[in-house]
């Protein structure tokens, strides 16, 4: 009697409780013990990671790594500079850029509604191909080597631009923006003081992941800028594992030209490299996380 | 993270070759006869100032008669901070020369290959491009993405005549025709057995004695019972190092590779020395499967015993970092003059190495193209382009500037023909087997006074495979080669020793690939061998 009185309605049993919150202690563990290694193995000596591999205890510590990657700062501090310069140009421009896109065709009323989608989504299915971004960026827009050949090709994401636009379909009622009307507010006003500000969830997690794509992103680099003093820190540092992988698959070539294998990072290194390519990432997260679960909910049927 | 980006872009990949092919295909109806029409008409527009030049050789030629022009050199190499200084430098040369600017195009090792590519699939501009058999210097040519090189070797390149050992013209051709220039180094690589000096004479190990791996095995036991430290035998299955495959045929008799070797394994070989009938022998052969199966044996019998690392399949540690660990007493690796002292250098001369040649070096196509330069279709002046070329190759003034930087900024000169680098100078970019004349190259700390005079001995004392000069067209087989890489990936790891009957798993292996089209691919290489020699009269 007095058991079930303790208990209210809704609560789960204790057995239950414990089940469930060892199984999401095992899921968060198995998402953060990775990173905690990571940083742990870039504070490792070289020869305890030769002897006894990567260890959460370490025989030996040393600042060796860090030391090494900040000796030439110069490098790492611009490669951050255009990555963070990026990063946030480009968000702000892109999900500006996929909200101009997605209102318009969330719209029942506008006409050229089914063109757009479609144009839209047919990238989507097919693109040109590296060959044809190439040309049309170096040849054609004369982008080598500058900032918005890392800037342009990534504005637009289709897929995003799609989740956008089935938010503002289903948040936004079509009668709150005839009201708007009645009351003489034109479209862009509309725009700016009814749907963005009941769009905020969408829009924090667009910006999200724009965050996340353009500091992620290498490939642009990889194909548009020459120049060192430009390369984005991602590049940067995929291009010293790269290089460290390179060898390994062509062993041959390295013994053949052993001053190939001179300087080659060694594997503390290479984690201190990890560790500093994720920092900003890490302090972005918590910022746009209490819009993050609205934000993914959208297109789900709402009561 | 950046799974994610990487995955989003491998069927752009694919397009991009589907595409690129397709590119290729459209200008293939110009592409053939290229070598004829394009030289002229690519240099018409200085060929005021070329005509004067070709009269007289090219380093007297005034360079007010020439116009200005900038030539792009794309090389393999790692970007460096100072590398506008040093392309500054160099521009003050070459104008005064030729009137010629230059303008440094480095790119790091892992970008090399699909960057080029690119750039020569868009026709992006470029003059001299650093191109090598590893980097599929033939694919590239029958492409049509360099410019032929004969006449203008004659023409500007004299310099690079006298001095390049003329076997090396002999490598990069197609249907007779040169297409690029080799870097003057060692022209080819023996393989050897190195081993850490004091360790050999610790235990008085005879290492000239000691000329297969089966010779090596009591020492193997030796050195596990005394040095507990060092690994008898590293083997690093996980990154491309299969143990036992890499020695296999240079330890047990005349049979040497050639033709496709997918996956890096060796299919067909050639007895060199028998030249009289150059008949093409593929892994299904018996007798070759025999070499296969004791070698496999052997492997299996050493980690049995525990002379290879238990990791052996899978480990993807490289051997210069247990160098210098300690860890290391011996490995086969290639061989020239000098090679012990590269690799005590390579790994912070914490050991002295010593090594025994267990196989007579053999100059073969893709080792003497090993290192080249070429000039590009889309190079608008290959006249220059070559002059250039021909200077990196005989002035030590250009190429020290080029691959060791300024004096007194990036390294001090300590003797009339040795330097010292400057540690962190900012230019250090480690392309001296890339460019021009590594023979001009001023030697470094550790390096032997006679290292160049031993290089030219070894290049000219180098033996020539009969098949120099041939280049295997995979176009008509290239489905089978497909599937045989498929095969000889699968299996990769009976060589490493860490598996389980490694005899029977060869068979398995052989029979696939007798289903994947080996024997076809055989028919082939033969045809075409066959045509190669009844063309050269050999």
Redesign the interface.
Known sequence: MLKTASRRENTISPLTNYVLNGGFIVLALACVLPVVLVIIVSFTHNDSLLSRGYSFFPVKWSLIAYESLFKDYGTILRAYGVSVGITAAGTVLSVLLMALYAYPISRQDYPLRPFFTFFLFFTMLFSGGIVSKYIVFTQGLGLLDNYLSLLLPLLIVPFNVIIMRTFFQTTIHPALIESARIDGAGELRIFVRIVLPLSLPVMATMALFSTILFWNDWFNALLFIRAEDKYPVQFLMIRVLNDIQYLRENVQLAAQNPEMMRDLPNESLQMAMAVVGMGPILIVYPFFQKYFVKGLTIGAVKG | ??I??KKR?IP??A??F???SM?QACAGGSGDDKGASSPPASSAAPSSASASASAAPSESAAPSELAPYEVSIVYFG????D?ALVEAKLNEFFKEKINATVKL?PI????YKN?TE?MM??G?KMDLVFTAS?LNFFGNVSKGAFVELDDLLAKYGQGIKDRLNPLYLEAPRMKGKLYAIPTNKEIT?GKALTYRKDIVDKYQIPIDSINTMADLEPWMAKVKAGEPGIIPYYV?GG???FGGGFMMYETRGNYRPIGPAPA?TPMFLLDYKSSDEMKVKSVLDPEIVDINKQEVGLFRSFYEKGYINADAATS???V???QK?G?IWVQA??WKPGADI??K??TDSKYDYVSHVVEEPIVTTDLAA?SMFAISRTSKDPDRAMMVLNYLHTDPYVINLFVNGIEDKHYKKVGENRIEPVA?SGY?P????VVGNQLLNYLKPGQPDDLYTSWEKFNNEAKRFPLMGFVFDEANVKNEITQMTAVVTEYQSIFTGAVKNPEKLLDERNAKLKSAGIEKVQAELQKQIDAWRAENKK
Request: zero cysteines.
């Open positions: 993270m950046d994610k980006t872009h752009a990949l397009l991009v589907a595409f690129a590119l790692k970007p460096q901070p590398d195009q790091a090792s892992s970008d960057r690119l699939n868009t992006e590893w690589q690093a990154s491309g190092n890096k993807t540690t490289t210069n970092d247990l660990e860890k690796a290639t590269e690799m250098l390579a090993g962190d250090n480690g392309t001296s087997w």
